[in-house]
């Protein structure tokens, strides 16, 4: 089935729908108001995901008065003074802090074109699971930033059974059974996410090609994707889920999920930016795993505000949304994860 | 304790006492009962009173015209009167229960569209109800609209305590409630959906109704399942006499409507209906629009458009006296389709060049593409309703009326794609392929509602107005159901290729039950208190939970002359149904979803007190409330229901509300010039601060249509019988919405590969729900209506503007950019982009017109 054909068709269909609906519209008119009201205060925005294993990073920025351009980077990090303000962090509810070093990101799009749209800061600090972080941002001129979370301890995840399914146009899917074990104190939030990696040469060196969305009847994921949505296009479930049906024990769940077309050495044409123009296609070799990251509710809803503000932001229907803070006198997410990979048999 | 206990029990012995007295002294006294109608049209008249002037004592007729008086046996002096009408006085010596009835003449001095409208006693200085008002039709009839098309609900929103919603919109926001929250009831039918045209119009007809009532609080226990108000629109029985109809053409929409006896003086039939014509208006346009846009090799022809109707059926069955039967029935539906072809044929040669054996070589072939590309889309929604009621007089006491309907809310789309194609190669390399894909997809949603019900009203005496009934209603929801069909079959060099899908899959459908029964007594304890006490009881199963309700409802009338009163009451109310929806509109997508087992119903507490004056042909009323609610609903950030229930339960907060509001109105309903000043101070919050269920933080934050103050002003002047002229204007504080005022820079996450923060990217921050207050609206709108008197008809021109001076009033307000460019003085030009608060504002100044002719 050309199930991409079939989209655009229905989507098509309802563009136009929209078309109809843009008759009645015809007559309307957008104008610029005046804004009345006061120019709202700017705040620290901080942000800092900690995984352990990794040196701890903090971002920081300023929030901007929303009628001020918008585009440009420097109004996040103009105000901020990096030699009088910094940011500090807090282990375990020690006394005494790390010190974060401003670091600017060299060597990259916005050194080159533009200023970073925030101050990057880190330390050598590395933290393990069950850590209790606490950054503080202090700037002059701003009111006091922080932020606290504890890192997750990974929930236990094992392969009951794998399938890897595969058509006569060689398009690959996996049906897989899964068990995840929680082993948290805290209710605690997942993600399943299926991986494809590729060597592009036959040789052991793999790369991160895609990630990708899960399919699942399963209570676990249930109420996340509408009928209308799937079949507008809305691919797969949300991969993600809480612990509310297995709090301290066990859950086993199924899924699918489908990378797609596997490139076949000497067979049809393939094109990569690694090797362009090639013909046939080379000896493409792919490798598959699922990862069960465990995430902190901060995280998660973090997650979701964004998809929320992004769905409010561009769609009609979308209710208002605001962004999830848990950064007491400012804006901004301190969280955790950890992430547990499992291969998958080929 | 004990005390206390013993004080409650005389208390509530005296007020028994009080209240029974009257129904003891009944051995002296007959009744009088009859219908009250127009003499020339047979229709009945709804709240015409009768008087005894000797006592001061008075009836006034129900819903279907039907009175009931207990007066002293003997030589009496009855006074019927109905206003807009020749009072009758009728001197009788009443040996025993009489029955009366009345056939009102036309005042003869009543102009030609100098709208009078009855005195409801209940409604009015007299009597206990409070916030109510009846709406005369003939205004309704006589304001101005958009596209001349009158509408009933937008009559509704001129009227205090009652806020419109977004521009144009016929929503009603009720004393701080929501939408969801009306009872709206055709001939006593419920309706689900009242909208045409995402709510720029109700499916009301004016020209099909004979009465039209809003209950805003103080509802008697004969009404419920719904928080915030009750809109009783009743339609017109038919002429009983001879045959009458009117066809009206406007810019929008074309009416027609007949009714007349099918057995004179016994049934009559009343039948309307309309449509409008944009889609026919359009088609030429789109149609040009496709050729033009199509060439010799690729043909496209299509059609789109939009319509709406409605149909009102009503016949009416006198048996006699003692017996009516009503049968009524409407259908509506809004319909939007598309229908597009695409025919295309291409030739055209290719030249290519391949190196076989190190040597090159040219092939020349030519391709023949033939295909065509067929489109259907069909989306609609609407109402059907039928209504059988039977009215039946035991005793001149007792009166009953049994019902038994049905009403469907319905909503399809359906698309379907029809694509062929060939292709055939000739030359070097021949080749054919055939690719064909056929598609069905159909979304549906559904309700159906089937209600039996019995009310009664028993009069014992004058001081006695007693109703009680039951009523069952069994719904089946079947919320979104979603099937596909796909048959695919191709055809390359020789190998067939064929795949089918039929599937349907959605929402399993829920069966529920609600039963409701209630009684109440109006009743005077002295010639200046009187009550109406009320208990309504209602039960709703779902999914295997059972609900219940007990909802009490009081009300008080101190009557200090005949033309001053204070009220007060109090009421609660309960509702087991909500509606999803996500717009400011009203569309097709919404759904209804009943209550579940862990969604509680909705309650609500009112308490409302007033000062009612009459000065004359002027009536005053000053009223004040406050409202509670409980278990209201209101949508997490970003969540969206486009057309699915799947899951609401987690999309949706559940919380409290609160509002409060002072309200006055000024209504002169009788003379040439008629009309209303309507002013209201309210204040209306939501709060969830439940753990699961925060929004906003947890703090209060003011519903989206709380407006501080919103005035209406509607005058209506008949210069002549060829001229009347009526005009509105109305002023409401800018309904709130949530506007984003910070950019911050948020990081993206993709699990499984981000470790650390490090894609950002400018978010818009927004600090709380409703947070913004768009600008005032304000508009102003006037009709003139010529009539002449024509040899076998009345024509009327009318002649109206919507938005007199074109206030361009917000429908949305939202961040957008402005560009901006700028020449140097080396002529070079600059481009700027800032961002602007935008404003998008729908409806600017509409002239209209409309022509109709009655016979």
Redesign the interface.
Known sequence: MKTLRFEIRIRSAFAALAAVAALFAAASCEKEIEFKGDETTPRLVLYSLSTPGQKLSADVSSSVFFLKPNYDNKLFTSTLDTLKGGLKVYVNGSATPYVMRYTPLEDDYYSSFWQAPTLHYETDYIPSEGDRIRIVAEFPGFETAEGETTVPVAGGFSIVSSKKNVSEDNRVSFDITARVTDRGAEPEYYCVAPARWCSFDGGETYELEYTYAISSQDPLFMGTTSDLMSILGEEGTSSYFSDVLFSGGSYEFKFSFEPGEETVPGYGYYYNENYPGEDPAPDVRYRYDVSLVTLTESLYNHVLSMRSVSASTYGFFGESATLFSNVKGGYGCVCSSVSLSLPLDN | MMKRRILTVRLAAVIACLALAPLGAFAQKHTVSGYMTDSKSGESLIGAAVVNPASGQGSVTNNYGFYTFTVPAGSITLEYSYMGYNSVTLNLDLLRDTVINIAFEPAAEALAGATVTASRSEIGVRGTQMSAIEVPVNIIKSLPAIGGEVDVIKALQLLPGVQSGTEGSAGLYVRGGGPDENLLLLDGVPLYNVNH??GFFSVFDADAIKNVTLYKGSFPARFGSRLSSVVDVRLKDGNDQEFHGGVSIGLLAAKFNLEGPIVKGRTTFNISARRTYYDIL?APIISYAMRQNSSEEDRMRGT???YFYDLNAKITHRFGNRDRLFLSYYMGDDN?Y?R?RDNYEYDYDLDYEVEMGGIPRKFTSHVTEKGSDI?N?G?RWGNIVGAARWNHVFSPKLFMNLTLNYTQYRHNLS?G?D?NETTETTGSMPSFSSDS?H?E?A?KSLINDITAGMDFEYKPSPAHDIRFGANYTHHMFRP?I?S?K?D?SAMDEGQRES?K?DTT??DRNLLTDEVAAYAEDNFSLTSWLKLNLGLRWSLYRVSGKTYNSLEPRVGMRFLVNNDLSFKASYSEMSQYIHLLS??NLSLP?DLWVPVTADIEPMRSRQVAAGVFYSLGVVDFSLEGYYKTMDNVLE??????????T?????KVACGRGWSYGVEFLAQKKVGATTGWVAYTWSKAMRQFDREGNLI?FGEPFPAKYDRRHDLSVVVNHAFSKALDISGTFVYGTGIC?????????????????????DQ??????????NN?RM?AYHRMDIAANFHKQLRHCERTWSISVYNLYNR?N??M?Y??S?TESTTGPDDSVHIT????????????I?PSVSLSFKF
């Open positions: 045209m995402g359009s789109a458009g939009y939007v598309a597009l489109m889309i989306w698309i794609s694509f894909t598609v997809m979304y979104a979603t596909m796909a695919y795949q899908l899959f959605g996500n717009s997508t949508y997490r950030d970003g969540a969206s229901f486009l057309g699915s799947t899951g609401w339960e987690s906003n919405g949530s506007l984003a005022m910070q950019n911050v820079q948020a990081p993206q996450y993709y699990p499984g590969v981000t470790t650390t923060f950002f990217s400018s978010v818009p921050y927004l600090e709380g729900r913004y600008p361009k917000p429908f307000v961040q957008s402005k982009s800032r961002p602007i608060l935008s404003q998008l504002s729908i409806f600017p509409m």
